[in-house]
């Protein structure tokens, strides 16, 4: 039994509907509008408060059916109803949506039970009907026939005694395919023929191996090469134990405190105002393949290159075809994987266009492969756009006014990059004139206080607190190493507190997504801390790899804490982007899988190397 189903326009306008129950549905229909058919996820059904949504798209007239029922029912025949209701309301009111005739009544009762009815028949006829199994004639063995059969025994086949032969005399083999007799002119056998060759190359390997050793006589030994006793190896830089005292590094020395840090007085001021965008190649998006095909000087130029130059002969004036678009859409598939982005999402990405498109038609000079590079084009661009602006200036001095610290917590697997980006978004914060406070709770990886140690110290020097008046504008919050990570985190928002600073800056271990006590005490962090913001910090250089560890991080999250609304990843740092030329497929895999944003994007190895995702810039260097 069907709970909705209704009949709308892309444009929003409602052209009939079907309820059976008195409860309001609209939140459910608008949570598939915005989560699915906007965002053009290439699903076709959606779960919201035990209610299964499924809907079809009619791309020709611009129409969107939606089906509603209860989850528990396992509906059989929605597919078939939903293929059935779409015809049989084209072909009644093909004029008047040809018209964009929206605002009439549609007279739709009487048609929507006779398909209804229909389809429910079909799944009870479906559901009798015993299922077939398959035929011997339809099996792979009932092409091995007893004739073959015989005539593959018949065959000549080598026995053991013949391979053993062939392996052992091959040039025996050899000459006896030649139209020679078995036995020479003088009655000789090939055996001894074949004894007699092996005399004389055993003679004459033993004849090179004198001349060998009459050229090159074995010089006796000399003093240093006598056989000595094992030395130890001496490093430059090596130490003894005498040594220890002055390379402990783990608290600070008093020299420390005295030796004088020249700071790069250069970047102090670059970073004011919000962070730049990365830089963009060219300002406007033009693809050889869009030029006009009616010029053939430009069709030319054209046909030389471009990952859809294969394609430009095909130009019609129909509605547009799933196998009509297959060749262009394989093409893009293998393009998208080839520039880094994950397989799933290249396919789900391609499926998506290949929905959006269906049925609608083309015109007579618009080429297939231009029209499904411009929709995945404008597809990217809504993938990468973020649904929320992350501002963390406002929000800084939002909490600043309402007198508590914004926290933010970094995460992420080993080795990407977090403790130096953590720096870089500092340097960014007190270029501003926000107080910042440090909280090392990386309490596992040796040399992770000490990493952060030396940024405070970079960064004080490169803002003194004479400039700011008096204020050490970075802190660093630390307890060591074996600590609980969420109770120095816990500390150190409190000491935030009470020394009125701005910011309160978390760094986490690096975990790898399957270690399950580390998701645990990440998770217990997040839980007891209740950071602002947390952030994920991925490499661009990963592919498949990006999208395993964001499900996995953000599922340990939904998994581990006992909220029935736990915090999840807020937003993402792709770093080392400078590494990976046009290869910018994570980026891709990383925001449709989250459906966050992109907040910083690391270019580099300064403090100055922190740029926002120019969204335009991406999908430049994705599609060409």
């Avoid at 074996?482 to 975990?511: P, S």
Wanted: aromatic residues 6%.
């Amino acid at each position: 039994m069907l709970d909705l189903f209704t009949i709308f326009s892309k444009g929003g306008i409602v052209l009939w509907c079907f309820q059976s129950t008195s409860h309001i549905l609209t939140s459910s229909v608008n949570a598939l509008i915005q989560n699915i058919i906007l965002q053009e996820k290439p699903v076709s059904t959606f779960e919201d408060n035990g209610l299964l949504l499924q809907y079809k798209l009619d791309n020709e007239f611009d129409l969107v059916f939606v089906v509603a029922y209860q989850k528990i029912l396992q509906l059989s025949y929605v597919d078939k109803f939903l293929n059935d209701i779409q015809l049989e309301f084209r072909d009644k009111y093909k004029n008047d949506l040809a018209n964009h005739s929206f605002f009439q009544d549609f007279e739709f009762s009487n048609c929507f039970e006779s398909v209804l009815k229909k389809a429910e028949e079909w799944s009870k006829l479906q559901s009798k009907i015993p299922k077939q199994m398959r035929s011997f004639e339809e099996s792979a063995k009932s092409k091995k026939t007893v004739a073959s059969m015989i005539e593959k025994k018949n065959e000549d086949k080598p026995t053991k005694k013949d391979k053993r032969k062939e392996v052992n005399f091959a040039v025996e083999n050899a000459k006896s395919t030649t139209p020679e007799s078995p036995k020479s002119e003088n009655g000789v056998s090939n055996e001894d023929v074949m004894a007699l060759n092996r005399a004389k190359f055993a003679q004459k390997m033993a004849q090179k191996k004198k001349t060998e050793s009459k050229k090159s006589p074995k010089s006796p030994k000399s003093p240093s090469q006598e056989k000595g006793g094992k030395k130890p190896r001496v490093w430059d830089l090596g130490g003894t134990t005498k040594d220890l005292q002055n390379l402990e590094r783990t608290v600070d020395k008093p020299e420390d405190a005295k030796s004088h840090f020249t700071p790069d007085t250069e970047i102090v001021g670059l970073m004011k105002g919000g962070i730049k965008d990365l830089e963009v190649e060219s300002s406007e998006e033009e693809y050889e393949d869009e030029e006009v095909e009616q010029k053939p000087e430009a069709k030319k130029s054209t046909n030389k290159g471009g990952m859809f130059s294969i394609f430009k002969g095909l130009v019609g004036s129909k509605n547009l075809t799933t196998s009509d678009m297959q060749p262009a859409l394989e093409k893009m598939r293998d393009h998208l994987i080839a520039k880094n982005v994950a397989s799933d999402i290249a396919v789900k990405l391609c499926d998506s266009v290949a929905a959006k498109l269906e049925g609608k038609v083309l015109g007579t000079f618009d080429s297939i492969a231009t029209i499904v590079k411009n929709t995945l084009t404008d597809s990217l661009v809504q993938i990468l756009s973020p649904n929320r602006r992350v501002d963390i200036l406002r929000d800084c001095l939002e909490a600043k006014r309402n007198g508590r610290p914004f926290v933010m917590t970094f995460c992420g697997v080993n080795g990407v990059g977090k403790s130096t980006n953590l720096s870089k978004i500092c340097f960014w914060l007190i270029e501003n004139n926000l107080q910042v406070l440090i909280a090392a709770c990386d309490t596992f990886r040796a040399g992770a206080v000490e990493q952060l140690r030396t940024h405070m110290r970079h960064l004080n020097a490169l803002h003194p607190p004479e400039r700011h008046d008096g204020k050490q504008m970075v802190q660093l919050y630390e307890k060591g190493y074996g600590k609980d990570a969420a109770g120095i985190a816990m500390e150190a928002i409190r000491y935030a507190n009470d020394c009125k600073m701005d910011v309160v800056l978390i760094d986490t271990a690096g975990r790898m997504q399957d270690n399950e006590p580390l998701m645990r005490a990440l998770t217990k962090l997040i839980k007891v801390n209740e950071p602002d913001l947390v952030l994920f910090v991925g490499e661009a250089l990963v592919g498949n790899e990006a999208v395993d560890q964001l499900v996995k991080f953000n599922q340990a999250l939904a998994d581990y804490s006992s909220n029935t609304n736990p915090h999840l990843i807020d937003g993402i740092v792709l770093t080392k982007f400078d590494t990976i030329d046009d290869k910018v497929g994570a980026a891709i895999s990383m925001t449709y899988i989250t459906g966050q944003p992109i907040v910083f994007v690391g270019t580099g190895q300064t403090y100055t190397d922190l740029k926002a995702l120019n969204v335009k810039a991406v999908v430049h260097s994705l599609m060409n």
